[in-house]
């Protein structure tokens, strides 16, 4: 079997023409979406996701600006701007980038965004909205891996999700999506034990270790999705995931790649996010 390879790129820039003409009928009825980013420091990989926000909002007609702070900055002045942007009625949607310095706890951060403008939906409210299968912002890794699902008509009811990482961005909340979806969930992390006595069972496999060639055909179903939600950088500059793309497309049915899978619909989500935050509280 070859898999069919589900092009995140591709649907991402479907789901953002789609989204274009929802900004237009908002900005006829007086109402201009617009998306705060906010990156402490200089870490590359940080700058270019950023960049890649604010080129898929000019593109979607959503208007955003960058605020660009130096490591130096205190948790307090970074809580202090939050409040202000709280406050800022003309933004509807606040990310600040992650990772952030170690002396600011990002924590503390996330849960000063108000839960109405929390676009990147990791407030613990956002989170215990989601729980109880609320409409809320839902986090925008997992809401693009549901998403590339539904788009293939992948189905999640009954079937065995594996997921291996347990990151609060990405591993915890996509395994709560696909609860929300009646799947049968399995989280695996570093300490699980015989990995592949899981690996194997799963009809959706969702791999977010961080490690290039974690997984092999070897550790997968026949027949099974394989979602690859790594993004590594080799020595020669190129980008890997974590699952060894090569051997599991002959084994599996459907797979996402890396780069050009999973990655391109989190900014999406991003968007989607973003127009319902415009969109106002009442829609939640
Ligand atoms: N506040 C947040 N911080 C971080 C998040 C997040 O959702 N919110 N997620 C990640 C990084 N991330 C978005 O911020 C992100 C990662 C990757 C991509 C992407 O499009 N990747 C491309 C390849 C890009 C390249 O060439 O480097 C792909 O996979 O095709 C978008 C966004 C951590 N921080």
Redesign the pocket.
Known sequence: MTAEIIN??ALADELRNEMKVEVEELKKQGIYPHLTVVLVGDNP??K??VN??EKACRETGISSDLIELPTSITEEELLALIERLNQDSAVHGI?????LPTHIREQQIIETIHPNKDV?G?HPISIGRMMAGMNTFL???PFGIVTMLQSKHIPMEGKHAVIIGRSN?VGKPVGQLLLNENATVTYCHSRTKDLQQFTKQADILIVAVGKPNAIHANDIKEGATVIDVG?NRLEDGS?TGDVDFESAKEKAAFITP???????M??TM?LKNTIKAAEGLEKL
């Open positions: 995140g790129k990989a940080s270019s996701y890649g926000k990310l600040v980038q992650l990772p990147d990791f986090p925008c890794t961005i993004i980008l890396v780069p050009r899978g999973v990655g391109p989190t900014i991003l």
